[in-house]
C-alpha cells in the first residue's frame, strides 16, 4: 500500500492468523524463554493456567501481517517507534489472531521527502477479545529519487 492511499480514519483488517504450540515453544526459546512460555507442564499450574505466547511474538505477527499485506511493496523505510504498547490479553496457542489498524494521522516533512503515518494496531483473538494494542509510526520515502529506483518504476 503506497503512503498516498493512507486517509485518517480508514480501518484496515487482516488476518486470521493461527498461533501454534511449536510456534510459540520456538519464538520463546529463541526470544523470550520465561518459564510459563516454554514449559507446558509447569505453565498449566502456573498464574496464566497453560502455556502462552510472549507479547513479543505477538507484535511479530501483527508486524508481518502488516508487512505482508500492506508495506512490502511500499515505500515505508522505518520507524522511529511506538507511542505505547500493551498486551491485554494472553495469547494461547490455537488462537487465531486477526488484526486492525486505525489511521489517526497522516503527515509529510516540510521537505515533503517523508511522509509519516501514524496508527493503531488492535490484534484480537477468535472470540474478538483484544490481546495486543499498540500506536505506531511508520516513515515513508516520498524523494523524488525513491520515485525512480521504486519496484514498480513509480
Excluded at 507484535?59 to 522511529?80: I, Q
Excluded at 494521522?105 to 488492535?122: D, I, K, L, N, P
Excluded at 472470540?127 to 514498480?152: I, K, N, R, W, Y
Aim: net charge negative.
Amino acid at each position: 500500500m503506497r503512503y498516498a492511499e493512507f486517509v485518517v480514519g480508514q480501518m484496515i483488517e487482516l488476518g486470521p492468523v493461527g498461533v501454534s504450540q511449536e510456534q510459540v515453544l520456538a519464538f520463546a526459546r529463541e526470544h523470550d524463554p520465561q518459564w510459563f512460555h516454554v514449559d507446558p507442564e509447569r505453565a498449566a499450574s502456573g498464574r496464566w493456567g497453560g502455556l502462552i505466547a510472549s507479547g513479543w511474538q505477538t507484535c511479530a505477527l501483527a508486524m508481518r501481517m502488516v508487512v505482508e499485506n500492506l508495506l512490502h511493496d511500499s515505500e515505508a523505510f522505518g520507524s522511529p517507534g511506538l507511542s505505547y504498547l500493551k498486551w491485554l490479553t494472553p495469547v494461547r496457542p490455537g488462537d487465531a489472531l486477526s488484526l486492525r489498524l486505525t489511521v489517526l494521522e497522516t503527515r509529510r516533512s516540510g521537505s515533503g521527502a517523508v511522509g509519516s503515518v501514524r496508527w493503531r494496531w488492535q490484534m484480537f483473538n477468535a472470540s474478538a477479545v483484544e490481546v495486543l494494542d499498540l500506536e505506531a509510526t511508520s516513515l515513508f520515502d516520498l524523494s523524488p529519487a525513491h520515485e525512480t529506483h521504486s519496484p514498480a518504476g513509480r
